[in-house]
Nanobody, 120 residues
Framework: QVQLVESGGGLVQAGGSLRLSCASS????????MGWFRQAPGKEREFVAA?????ANTNSVKGRFTISRDNAKNTVYLQMNSLKAEDTAVYYC????????????????WGQGTQVTVSS
C-alpha cells in the first residue's frame, strides 16, 4: 500500500523553527518528485516546495524554508526557519510520478497532513 506519513508539526513561537518529515512506503521513492503544500484556515491549499529525485528544487518561501530528501531513507524534509504567524497551516506531503512539477493536480499520492501553528 502506497503511503506518505508526515511528522514534525506542532506549536512554535514566531521566529522559531520546525523540521517536517515525510516518510514514504509502497512506492519507488527515487522515481517521484516530492512536494510540500499547505492549507491555512479558510484558504485554498497552496504550493510550498518541491524536489526532484536528483535534488533539484524550488520553493515559494525563499530564504526561510528548505526542502531536502534522503532517497536511502525514502523521506523528504521541510526545514522551516524564522516562522511567522502566517505560516500557520496544515502541511501536506505529496508525490508525483512526473520528473518535476509544482501543480497540485499532478501529485497523485498525498499524506494526511501535519498541523503547524505559529504563535505571535
Amino acid at each position: 500500500q502506497v503511503q506518505l506519513v508526515e511528522s514534525g508539526g506542532g506549536l512554535v513561537q514566531a521566529g522559531g523553527s520546525l523540521r517536517l518529515s515525510c516518510a514514504s512506503s509502497g512506492l519507488t521513492f527515487s522515481r517521484y518528485v516530492m512536494g510540500w503544500f499547505r492549507q491555512a484556515p479558510g484558504k485554498e491549499r497552496e504550493f510550498v516546495a518541491a524536489i526532484s529525485w536528483s535534488g533539484a528544487n524550488t520553493n515559494s518561501v525563499k530564504g526561510r524554508f528548505t526542502i531536502s530528501r534522503d532517497n536511502a531513507k525514502n523521506t523528504v524534509y521541510l526545514q522551516m526557519n524564522s516562522l511567522k504567524a502566517e505560516d500557520t497551516a496544515v502541511y501536506y506531503c505529496a508525490a508525483s510520478p512526473l520528473s518535476f512539477t509544482v501543480l497540485q493536480y499532478e501529485y497523485k499520492v498525498w499524506g494526511q497532513g501535519t498541523q503547524v501553528t505559529v504563535s505571535s
